[in-house]
């Protein structure tokens, strides 16, 4: 059965033309996945029904950058799941446990409501592999950022990298995925940041050399509206790309090629 992944912040950096910044729902049964937890978080108070029967809720971060993490602040607002997690890769990155390095924010000066005042539990993600509610999930360390992040491989199904310079080892880590979610910082006719993220055009090329199925641009810039030059360069190497755009829901299913829009 399709497991639905839902879009609830395209962006990167900072919200702005209607993208909220770096954050997706997964959505299996009674569980449910998040991927980052930047301020797309908030979508979750304007649709409650994401989450409407969630017994458990995992929140998988690929690293504390606060586009990312902010989100983490908000969910005192939301309806508390019986079960929730956070994953983070605070000891696999940083050799600091992931619950010391969001203490630090989750208490004040910074937050009135400590994590564990909201019966979170806090736990490191390994490099390599883990199991969730049945999910088998990948990991790989990204250094090619100013801070390392995670790549995240979910079964066959969805491959997720974002906050990385163009890596050409992504491909073999997204090899043979149904879709490839993959940042997209700039046009190449235009670099911003190369050194620490990716053009359109050589996520098109990691997608291609990676065989997926199709590419999801994501992390968004959030200095104009459009999407156009991205998708025009992407698509280019990449013709089944997409452009992800908050509120957008994708079904995630080995059996037939997952649809966008």
Not at 18 to 34: E, N, P, V
Not at 74 to 96: F, K, N, R, V
């Amino acid at each position: 059965m399709a497991s639905p992944l839902t879009i609830l912040g395209a962006g990167g950096w900072f919200p702005a033309h209607g993208r909220q910044t770096a954050c997706a729902l997964l959505r299996q049964g009674d569980h449910a996945m998040m991927i980052d937890a930047g301020t797309g978080v908030g979508r979750l108070a304007e649709r409650p029904e994401l989450l409407h029967g969630v017994h458990r809720l995992d929140l998988v971060l690929t690293h504390f950058h606060l586009d990312h993490v902010c989100g983490l602040a908000y969910l005192p607002s939301l309806d508390e799941c019986p079960e929730t997690t956070i994953w983070g890769p605070g000891a696999a990155l940083y050799g600091t446990r992931t619950r010391d390095v969001l203490d630090r924010l989750s208490h004040e000066p910074f937050h009135p409501v400590p994590l564990e005042a909201q019966r979170i539990e806090v736990r490191d993600l390994p490099v390599g592999e883990l199991e969730l509610s049945g999910i088998r999930i990948a990991t790989r360390a990204q250094t090619r950022h100013s801070a390392p992040t995670l790549g995240l491989r979910f079964g066959d199904d969805l491959a997720w990298i974002t906050d990385t310079a163009h890596d050409p080892e992504s491909a073999a880590f997204a090899r043979g995925c149904a879709t490839l979610a993959h940042e997209a910082w700039f046009p190449s006719s235009h670099p911003r940041n190369p050194d620490i993220h990716t053009a359109a055009a050589d996520a098109a090329v990691v997608a291609a050399d990676a065989g997926a199925g199709q590419l999801l641009l994501i992390h968004l810039p959030p200095f104009k509206a459009g999407t156009e030059p991205l998708l025009e360069e992407a698509r280019a190497r990449m013709p089944a790309t997409e452009a992800a755009i908050d509120g957008w829901e994708i079904d995630i299913d080995l059996r037939t090629p997952p649809a966008l829009g």
